[in-house]
Nanobody
Framework: QVHLVESGGGLVQAGGSLRLSCVAS????????MGWFRQAPGKEREFVAA????????GYADSVKGRFTISRDNAKNTVYLLMNNLKPEDTAVYYC????????????????????WGQGTQVTVSS
């Protein structure tokens, strides 16, 4: 079982930045591909970014490409999401997710491929 805990959410003005963190309670974190997803009120959960267990491959939703950066520190069992130039439409609960294994470049945008999920952290962007 993998326990994921997100932090770093909050209220920020449009154009501002936040960095989300997700800490995983597992010894083999360096074998888990990680993803960030978000869910806005009244909407379905959507893909934001993903990173392979090697850290060598990343993927982003078109809506955040160029503004958000996903990274990981395997020594700290942590994955990050740096969010710059935030927009009101980025307001959502952000979830991190984990899936074990896959190839070194595996970084899936499909939420059904992830086995473990955190409780989420709220990000609110005011206009």
């Amino acid at each position: 079982q993998v326990h994921l805990v997100e932090s770093g959410g909050g209220l920020v003005q449009a154009g501002g930045s936040l960095r989300l963190s997700c800490v995983a309670s597992v010894q083999t974190f360096n074998r888990y591909a990680m993803g960030w997803f978000r869910q806005a009120p009244g909407k379905e959960r959507e893909f934001v970014a993903a990173i392979s267990w090697s850290g060598g491959t990343t993927g982003y939703a078109d809506s955040v490409k160029g503004r958000f950066t996903i990274s990981r520190d395997n020594a700290k069992n942590t994955v990050y999401l740096l969010m710059n130039n935030l927009k009101p439409e980025d307001t959502a609960v952000y979830y991190c997710a984990a899936v074990y294994g896959g190839s070194y470049d595996y970084a899936s945008p499909n939420e059904y491929e992830y086995d473990y999920w955190g409780q989420g952290t709220q990000v609110t962007v005011s206009s």
